[in-house]
């Protein structure tokens, strides 16, 4: 069974900076296709980036494009996202996944519990 366990959530105000960690197990991180969807209040969830198992290739939505990077360490089996020049419409759940774009969203069972994102002043 695949173990995906979000952290570095919290509260940070408007422009500021946060860095997501996730730490995989059971399964073989290092040739996994990575992915970063979250779940604002009320809305669906949304895809946010993509990184392949090189740790070069990578993908963003527009929304976060430019603000937002993301990250891998397949000796730690780790992926991180970095927030930065957040805004309130940042605010969410993230949750980190095993796969693409596609699957990220489509398989709850591929995702980890979460972590929770505010941004407020």
């Known amino acids: 069974e695949v173990q995906l366990v979000e952290s570095g959530g919290g509260l940070v105000q408007p422009g500021g900076s946060l860095r997501l960690s996730c730490a995989a197990s059971?399964?073989?991180?290092?040739?996994?296709?990575m992915s970063w969807v979250r779940q604002a209040p009320g809305k669906g969830l949304e895809w946010v980036s993509t990184?392949?198992?090189?740790?070069?290739?990578?993908y963003y939505a527009d929304s976060v494009k430019g603000r937002f990077t993301i990250s891998r360490d397949n000796t730690k089996n780790t992926l991180y996202l970095q927030l930065n020049s957040v805004t309130t419409e940042d605010t969410a759940m993230y949750y980190c996944?095993?796969?693409?774009?596609?699957?990220?969203?489509?398989?709850?069972?591929?995702r980890g519990q979460g972590t929770q994102v505010t941004v407020s002043s």
């Open positions: 990184i392949n198992p090189d740790g070069i290739t990578t």
């Open positions: 996944a095993l796969g693409n774009r596609d699957s990220a969203r489509r398989d709850a069972g591929r």
């Open positions: 059971r399964f073989s991180f290092h040739i996994a296709v």
